[in-house]
């Protein structure tokens, strides 16, 4: 007689994809520190409290790119996908905001549009495989 069991879960391609793109914009998130670190250059730029909220969320975002790579745990998922997904919003007033130069709207649409493609890859269900025991 064969039973049927689940495998435990595994991370797809598009899983550790996902998890490589979120890393990449967490690191790039906590390197917003040195906006407020750095010296007043007197150009208009993100409160300090957006700057600071936007360090925390890139480094929760890398703790639990590793956590979830590690496990493959789908908790660890949603909390890259949740921190992602704020970090996002705290960037979206550039786009709508006067007298934000062309360049940086550029960059920011372009940074929301890779959170959105990292949070689907991410949150995305491998096709789960059983095995005859």
């Avoid at 690191?27 to 040195?34: F, I, V």
């Avoid at 360090?55 to 975002?61: A, F, N, Q, R, S």
């Avoid at 996002?88 to 549009?113: H, K, N």
């Amino acid at each position: 007689m064969s039973r049927t069991q689940a495998v435990p879960p595994t991370l797809s391609r598009k899983n550790k994809v996902g998890l490589g793109l979120a890393a990449a914009l967490g690191l790039l998130d906590t390197t917003s520190a040195g906006g407020f670190l750095a010296p007043d250059s007197g150009e208009p730029g993100p409160p300090v409290g957006i700057l600071v909220a936007d360090v925390v969320l890139g480094l929760i975002t890398v703790v639990a790119v590793v956590y979830t790579w590690r496990t493959a745990d789908r908790t660890g998922s949603r909390v890259v996908a949740g921190s992602r997904i704020l970090s996002a919003v705290t960037a979206l007033p550039a786009l709508f905001v006067t007298g934000v130069a062309a360049w940086v709207v550029a960059v920011v649409a372009v940074l929301i549009v890779v959170t959105v493609v990292a949070t689907a890859l991410v949150l995305s269900r491998a096709v789960p495989e059983t095995a005859l025991t």
